[in-house]
């Protein structure tokens, strides 16, 4: 294989510590390979300019090279903010009431595409083979493709991919979906991701299935797969042995010695399904009361988007309801939930997913979740949490042996998190043991190794024109 090339919104230093698994995972190939990642600097500029005279930045990082460019104001409001996260994001995550369909919103993302494909193209080599990620760049090959590259390209969404009815609510879906046939491969996180794709495909667009995994039209074929994402699951065990994660597991376990502590770890985003959690923990402590006093939720929800609408909505509405649970179960030497809106330091998060009894992953939708991965493999295999996980997340598919439950039913939830607190020593670590294999076996590295065989070994655009 040549040089891979990555392209995503935003990038992070390979080296450096805080990466996280992706970040390292895609720098393993990349300095293999002398590699070359792309994309948005995270720098607004003030200049009023339209988004094309973005300057391009470029440094090294041991063999990779790592190239950006700026956004002016508008560009980033109507293609990071709009179109990207308020319009693919929510409907993409089934939320057409929080999608705004402005149409300046869809001109500022086809513009930054263009200056991507545009900044990239005199970066490329002809053998190099183009890895893009995410629902911020889905037309990124078709501009490639329109300025003449010829490279193997792969798209991987790390979102779910919703139902063909629900993406023909977006007004120009035949424009984006079309724009997938310029990848050679599509990459998505579940079957049931790439059953809504295939089904869309064939329905919407009027393509032709080559096998169970090759659609053709407009002249074009793609080949659509599911690799569902894994955790570096090496990295977050050291990351466990460290002594700040111990400090953290030992300093939170002396502190809720005498209470059962359930967790939940995630951005403030309405797919994670906070409030409904917020919720079934309330009909916790109503329907079995000998939690009061005992049970302790504690959420670590890290600000994310705070400039979108419905994200400052989604605050207000989680501060009300933590805050009515604990007027109204609360007591002088007990809070009912402990709600942090802050981003906690990494290597604290193994030890806060091992002194909890249980883990609550409850979203209503989400293209993978990998809290669901690293709270199992944080766990102590002698004397493990139990992992409530809802069917609605796309680890649902690989994570048979969590307690899986439905985020919308607070009653049902509400029982599986007391199964959770009373289930057996045996149960618990037959459960572990099965989920700690699954998460293993497909790790970051299966996943990235397994896309970039398939892509290498996919037909290109180029032998087949
Ligand atoms: C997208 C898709 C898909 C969270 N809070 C803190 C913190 N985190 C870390 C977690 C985990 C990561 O952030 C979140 O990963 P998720 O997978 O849950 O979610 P998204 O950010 O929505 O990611 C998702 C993923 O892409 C990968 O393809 O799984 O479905 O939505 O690693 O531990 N980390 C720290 N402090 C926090 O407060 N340090």
Redesign the pocket.
């Known amino acids: 294989m040549g040089r891979l090339v990555v392209v995503s919104n935003r990038l992070a230093d390979p080296r450096k510590p805080a990466a996280?698994?992706?970040a390292v995972a895609l720098g393993e190939s990349l300095q293999k390979s002398g590699g070359l990642w792309f994309g948005w600097s995270g720098n607004i500029s003030e200049d009023g300019a339209s988004g094309n005279d973005s300057n391009l930045h470029m440094r090294n990082s041991g063999k990779v090279t790592l190239a950006t460019v700026d956004l002016n104001r508008s560009a980033y409001e109507s293609y990071y903010e709009g179109y990207s996260n308020s319009v693919l994001w929510p409907v993409f995550h089934y939320r057409l009431d929080l999608a705004n369909f402005n149409t300046s919103h869809l001109a500022g993302y086809r513009r930054v595409n263009q200056l991507f494909a545009r900044k990239l193209k005199p970066l490329l080599r002809d053998d190099d083979t183009i890895w893009v990620h995410d629902y911020h760049l889905i037309p990124l090959a078709a501009e490639l493709r329109a300025l003449g590259c010829r490279q193997r390209i792969g798209f991987f969404l790390?979102?779910p991919l919703p139902p063909a009815l629900i993406l023909a609510a977006i007004p120009q879906h035949e424009w984006l979906m079309r724009s997938l046939f310029a990848y050679d491969l599509v990459g998505l996180?579940s079957e049931a991701d790439v059953a809504h794709c295939m089904h869309y495909m064939t329905t919407e667009a009027q393509a032709t299935l080559q096998d169970d995994q090759r659609l053709s039209a407009f002249g074009a074929t793609v080949q659509v797969k599911a690799f569902p994402?894994g955790?570096d699951v090496q990295e977050f065990q050291r990351l466990g042995r460290s002594q700040d994660a111990v400090d953290t597991f030992e300093s939170v376990r002396n502190e809720y010695s005498r209470r059962q502590l359930l967790l939940g770890?995630?951005?403030l985003?309405y797919?994670?399904g906070i409030p409904q959690r917020v919720r079934a923990f309330r009909e916790l402590l109503e329907r079995y009361p000998d939690n009061v006093h005992s049970a302790t939720l504690l959420m670590?929800a890290?600000p994310s988007r705070d400039a979108v609408n419905a994200y400052v909505d989604l605050r207000q509405e989680l501060e009300g309801l933590c805050g009515a649970i604990n007027g109204d179960f609360g007591d002088l030497d007990w809070i009912p939930v402990r709600y942090i809106h802050?981003?906690?330091?990494?290597k604290?998060?193994p030890g806060l997913c091992r002194a909890s009894r249980v883990g609550l992953v409850t979203p209503l939708r989400?293209?993978?979740?990998?809290?669901a991965k690293?709270y199992v493999v944080a766990q102590d295999p002698e004397d493990p949490g139990v992992l409530v996980l809802s069917r609605f997340?796309?680890?649902a598919e690989q994570l048979r042996d969590a307690l899986l439950v439905n985020p919308y039913d607070a009653q049902g939830m509400a029982e599986s998190i007391q199964t959770a607190l009373h289930m057996p020593l045996a149960e618990r670590q037959r459960r572990h043991s099965a989920l700690l294999e699954n998460i293993q076996r497909y790790d970051i590295h299966w996943w990235r190794e397994a896309f970039l065989a398939t892509l290498q070994s996919s037909a290109t655009k180029a032998s087949a024109a």
Do not use: C, F, P
């Open positions: 996280g698994g992706l790390h979102i996180q994402i955790i770890i995630d951005r985003d797919s994670k670590i890290s802050r981003t906690v330091a990494r604290r998060v989400d293209g993978m979740n990998l809290v690293e997340a796309g680890a």
